[in-house]
């Protein structure tokens, strides 16, 4: 299966973005989905884990949820900040339990 | 404090081979499972490979395009992951990172990534 992000999002410093993640085929709801941040020349971290948990030390304006209706996995950032222009990638397993990464989106704070 | 720091990246000829290391510390190694992930300059993440803890038979698994070319060990004693890469093609091209892999196996628990090692296929 695939999953799909928007290629990029753009938002003022404050405001809310949400990333979308939808799962192909199989339901979203079937094997958890990760979020990764990656800022420009650095590793990836985890921002959200389960579909919906926050690492000690990320933000709580980080939150990530699954929605079975559209099949997808978002991740909701408030209150926006400079800091976090990143690309942003979900994850989620495939039958045999590999990973599966989405494209990408990449954040960018106005 | 978790840490994985890898080491081994470099330049590379089209059929040659290429070993990459990753030293762990911060977590109980010899129950980790442990994954490889790589980046194509300008392009998204690439799973590559894992490799289970002894409990589980220290089996590995790969995506399709490394796998009968690229081989994933571990030395418990040495609390260190390795990528064997073989066969390299110039599409190989990318920073490796090895990754903790334990978000599956161990409820509660989330990943870590090390800081990557480019690794580069061109004649």
């Known amino acids: 299966f695939l999953l799909t992000q928007p290629h990029s999002v753009s938002e003022s410093p404050g405001k809310t973005v949400t990333i979308s993640c939808t799962r192909s085929s199989g339901s979203i709801a079937r094997s958890y989905v990760q979020w990764y941040q990656q800022r420009p020349g650095s590793t990836p971290t985890t921002v959200i884990f389960e579909d919906s948990q926050r690492p000690s030390g990320v933000p709580d304006r980080f939150s990530g949820s699954i929605d079975s209706s559209s099949n997808s996995a978002s991740l909701t950032i408030s209150g926006l900040r400079t800091e976090d222009e990143a690309d942003y990638y979900c994850?989620?397993?495939?039958?045999?339990?590999?990973?599966?990464f989405g494209g990408g989106t990449k954040v960018t704070v106005l | 404090e978790v840490q994985l720091v890898e080491s081994g990246g470099g330049l590379v000829k089209p059929g040659g081979s290429l070993r990459l290391s990753c030293a762990v510390s911060g977590i109980i190694f010899s129950d980790a499972w442990m994954s490889w992930v790589r980046q194509a300059p300008g392009k998204g993440l690439e799973w590559v490979g894992r490799?289970?803890?002894?409990?589980?038979?220290?089996?590995?698994e790969y995506a399709l395009p490394v796998n009968g070319r690229f081989a994933i060990s571990r030395d418990d004693s040495r609390d260190t992951l390795f990528l064997q890469m073989n066969s390299l093609k110039t599409e190989d091209t990318a920073v490796y990172y090895c990754?903790?892999?334990?978000?599956?196996?161990?409820?509660?628990?989330?990943?870590?990534w090390g800081q990557g090692s480019l690794v580069t296929v061109s004649s």
């Open positions: 990754a903790t892999d334990l978000s599956l196996v161990v409820p509660g628990a989330w990943d870590y």
């Open positions: 994850q989620s397993y495939d039958i045999n339990n590999h990973w599966v």
């Open positions: 490799i289970k803890n002894k409990r589980d038979g220290a089996t590995t």
